[in-house]
């Protein structure tokens, strides 16, 4: 193994305080989920993060099956409350494909196989419900 890239973030404040980065200029105000407070909470930067990471885990996959299709891919994080001290995190993927040939089924194979591929579905595989879905437009 070699690792390709590497950063830290620290956080003061938990999810009522202030996120950066070591590598970057980003700071981000950190607000709880629902409070309507200028910011963002972490289950928003998670999914930024797993879409981005999911649609070009999608892309080597295209390349690799030699098939061509333009992808949307949409992930909505939820933040579950099991009890007053037991919270915990589900998911969807959706892939909206569009300009292909191929069909609802091609297009979902190569949406599953993506799945498969992309480091955050490794991560959270086992530890997080993840459902996959797709379309073609």
Request: glycine share 6%; aromatic share 6%.
């Amino acid at each position: 193994m070699s690792i390709l890239y590497e950063t830290q973030a620290t956080v003061t404040g938990g999810r009522e305080g202030v996120a950066k980065l070591n590598d970057s200029d980003l700071t981000v105000n950190l607000v709880p989920p629902g409070s309507k407070k200028d910011g963002n909470n972490p289950e928003q930067l998670f999914a930024i993060g797993y879409a981005s990471c999911f649609d070009s885990a999608l892309n080597v996959v295209k390349q690799q099956s030699k098939v061509k299709f333009d992808s949307e891919t949409q992930v909505t994080i939820q933040l579950n409350k099991f009890s007053d001290t037991d919270y915990g995190l589900s998911g969807r993927i959706h892939v909206i494909a569009s300009n292909t040939e191929l069909s609802a089924d091609e297009v979902q194979k190569a949406v599953e196989t993506a799945h498969q591929v992309c480091p955050y579905s490794k991560a959270t595989k086992g530890n997080i419900d993840i459902s996959v879905t797709s379309e073609v437009k």
